[in-house]
């Protein structure tokens, strides 16, 4: 998870940091040093890709799809020193509570979907029509991507084979390290690497133009790419965008025309009407869709029932570098002080750190979002805005990241960030008002649209392309679902049937699909799916920022400072944890911030008030965060001991695991934006149960719920491969094993302090 709208901002103000990437060009003449994968950005799309008709049913489909991204990647970066991967370790409990709200909700929406689904195909089965069967899958459920499950445990062998198999067979990767950060180690992967990257930093010898290359989906990156401050940084991505026009059909000629006009290098959303007390409202952006013929995808449909029995590798697709130089200037540009206080130097590096920490207000996974920005109405324009125009009454920069290691906290000056978002909250009440008005043009147009298509034949169409318009950003689940109903084929045998009843069926299957998918659209939009849209707040109507308090607090008008203050203090350690993380690393792997919503801008007053003090704590091991993130419906995934503790009548801390809780869409829109009000989990009661339970571990669960360390793979032409063979050259005693493995403390100028080292055998007997 990332920064909601954050890229598609960045891109559209910025559009010359974007450039095509692919295998077949040399990029301009980049070269890099090292790249870097964020793992769980690959495992995801090789677990439930969207773009396949046939999607894996097996781990083993998805390993080997895995094999083939990796591969894909290597060889459009071509590394020449350093590949590091790193997967989703046990994250710190601030992101916890993301991540435990995000599985409930999945196995929340997985089950509604299931119900939508079945009622769908005993409706087809009435109507006679014929679909594909379901078939038994190991992926049907995706929060096993999750440290300490059997599916995370192969996956980390599996890695440890296919680096070797390269090793031994592709000369690039033998000639240089390659580092597997698993998902027993923890933090989460991006944090990983850049605790990596900072450790280079810092060692002697280290040199300032290694050139690195970080693959990865999260928007954050290019916030932790930033804070690197490293000058040579390029961040690779799939174009995501593309990819969809290239599946509905769009030609090249056209998709280069909407990037032109995308690109325009304007802010989003309306922020300049609210600062410049402008009245009008821009036209929502024009909507295109091309559908693809449907004897093109009878083609489609009949060219992939010849590959049945072919296992079918996820789809290829358009990358794209976002160059981390080219926005360190466009931001130098940007951001530049036209009236600076007296004495204040002009620093670049300072900037950026700034930017970074005022971002922080548009959300994060570790702080709720804040009622008063949205990233698509423009508020980090607003932010930038503000920053430029208060630096000479803040007297100076909002953070030093050269302090920020400091026990007293003078790494943020809180004085400063208070005058800063005070004056962000200025705009609060037009920004809502402003808001109400285009929610209410938009609700009554959109029921006008709705009654006039009633008589029409092409309501589905209508329908489509108001969903399209109206941007919605979060498909991901809908297109999730409808590529994993055409997962199987063994029900039915080629040999019985002709091409073209064959042919009927995959269409059939591909209308259930679509119908499955509109249903699902349609549920969500609390605008059209004839539900009540709920609005008790009414931001931007007089009394609304009592009317929050009450309704999200439940507190009474007597307890509404209190609460307010109480807000604000663990708000501000929040801004203070992340700063920390995204600079130094974990500053507490215990602390959370505890409530389901944030402040407003205008409420963040009293900050040098609060006394920011972390405890650094431990992080909990994988079966103690399984228990804390996963639902009931994903108790499969834990040992039988840890298991009982999460359905059995008589645990003690059942209440930690509702089969039902309230999602609040109080004001939104659509139902994914809904806050899921689980309760927290309570730390100490959690660990006093795991570790009776610990005891009833088996040997291979007890591997599966230890900490381990960074693996090193050395190939047998690099340096350092060289230098610990001649060590080992003499040695007889691993004759019968592929590779040396040597546990170590290591210091190689790399920031590693303990590893797994695997030297190929043939290079240390040579």
Not at 497 to 525: A, C, F, G, P, W
Request: aromatic share 10%.
């Amino acid at each position: 998870m990332g920064v909601p709208s954050f890229f598609r901002w960045l891109v559209q103000r910025y559009p010359k940091i974007v450039s095509d990437a692919n295998s077949d060009e040399n990029h301009h003449g980049l070269e890099f040093d090292n790249l870097y994968l964020d793992m769980n950005g690959i495992i995801h799309p090789c677990f439930h890709p969207e773009d396949m008709l046939f999607p894996p049913t097996t781990f083993e489909d998805v390993f080997s799809n895995i094999y083939d991204y990796i591969d894909q990647l290597f060889n459009i970066v071509k590394p020449r020193k350093l590949l590091y991967m790193a997967i989703d370790g046990v994250a710190p409990r601030a992101k916890m509570n993301q991540q435990r709200a995000r599985r409930f909700r999945t196995a929340k929406d997985n089950e509604a979907a299931e119900e939508v689904e079945t009622k769908l195909r005993k409706n087809f089965e009435r109507e006679g029509k014929k679909v594909l069967p379901r078939e038994e899958s190991e992926l049907s459920d995706s929060n096993i991507i999750t440290p300490g499950t059997e599916f995370m445990d192969l996956l980390s062998k599996k890695l440890q084979n296919y680096i070797k198999r390269r090793m031994t067979t592709d000369s690039r990767w033998s000639k240089i390290k390659v580092i597997l950060s698993d998902a027993n180690v923890p933090s989460e992967g991006e944090h990983k690497i850049m605790s990596f990257i900072r450790a280079q930093r810092s060692s002697e010898g280290y040199d300032p133009n290694t050139q690195h290359c970080l693959y990865g989906l999260d928007a954050d990156l290019i916030m932790l790419a930033l804070a690197t401050h490293e000058v040579h940084f390029s961040i690779l991505r799939e174009d995501v965008l593309v990819h969809e026009e290239i599946l509905n059909g769009v030609s090249e000629l056209e998709r280069s025309a909407r990037k032109a006009e995308s690109y325009s290098g304007k802010c989003r959303g309306w922020f300049k009407q609210v600062v410049d007390k402008s009245e009008s409202v821009p036209k929502p952006a024009s909507c295109h869709i091309e559908v693809v013929s449907a004897s093109e995808k009878s083609d489609r449909c009949s060219e992939a029932s010849k590959k049945l029995n072919r296992r079918l590798p996820v789809m290829k697709k358009p990358f794209q570098y976002l160059h981390i130089w080219l926005l360190r200037e466009y931001l130098h540009i940007d951001l530049n002080i036209s009236d600076p206080p007296e004495n204040l130097n002009i620093d670049l590096e300072r900037i950026i750190d700034d930017f970074i920490f005022i971002c922080f207000f548009t959300g994060n996974d570790f702080l709720p979002h804040m009622p008063t920005l949205e990233i698509h109405e423009g508020a980090i324009d607003l932010l930038m805005y503000v920053y430029k125009k208060e630096m000479k009454n803040l007297g100076g920069y909002l953070v030093d990241t050269h302090l920020i290691e400091d026990k007293k906290g003078r790494y943020i000056k809180l004085k400063r960030v208070e005058k800063f978002i005070l004056s962000v909250g200025e705009y609060e009440e037009k920004i809502f008002k402003k808001r109400l008005e285009i929610k209410e043009r938009k609700l009554r147009r959109i029921q006008s649209e709705l009654l006039n298509a009633q008589d029409t034949e092409d309501d589905g169409c209508i329908e489509a392309n108001l969903w399209s318009s109206l941007g919605n950003t979060d498909n991901a689940f809908q297109d999730r679902k409808m590529s994993e109903i055409v997962d199987s084929t063994s029900g039915l045998d080629e040999k019985d049937i002709s091409l073209t009843d064959y042919s009927e069926v995959l269409n059939n299957t591909k209308e259930l699909m679509q119908e499955l998918k509109d249903r699902i659209q349609h549920q969500s939009d609390t605008f059209r799916n004839g539900g009540l849209f709920s609005d008790k707040v009414k931001l931007g109507v007089q009394g609304w920022k009592k009317r929050y308090y009450e309704v999200k607090f439940s507190a009474k008008t007597d307890e509404v400072e209190q609460r307010r203050r109480s807000l604000v203090a663990k708000y501000t350690e929040g801004l203070c944890w992340v700063l920390k993380y995204y600079f130094s690393g974990v500053p507490s792997w215990t602390w959370f911030y505890p409530f389901h919503y944030g402040p407003f801008a205008s409420d963040l007053k009293g900050l040098t008030q609060v006394n920011v003090k972390f405890q650094k704590g431990l992080p909990l091991k994988p079966f103690d965060q399984l228990l804390a993130v996963l639902p009931p419906k994903s108790c499969h995934a834990l040992p039988e001991a840890y298991k009982r503790l999460m359905v059995d009548a008589d645990s003690s801390i059942l209440e930690f695991y509702p089969a039902r809780f309230e999602t609040d869409a109080d004001g939104k829109r659509f139902m994914w934006q809904a806050i899921c009000k689980l309760p927290f989990i309570q730390e100490d009661r959690l660990l006093v149960e795991t570790k009776k339970a610990e005891t009833e571990l088996k040997d291979h669960e007890k591997e599966r719920n230890a900490e381990t360390a960074d693996q090193l793979f050395i190939g047998s032409s690099s340096g350092l491969g060289e230098q610990i063979s001649s060590v080992y050259k003499n040695c007889t005693s691993f004759m019968q094993n592929d590779y040396i493995k040597i546990n170590d403390m290591l210091n190689c100028n790399n920031g590693l302090t303990m590893v797994d080292l695997f030297v190929p055998l043939s290079s240390a007997m040579d």
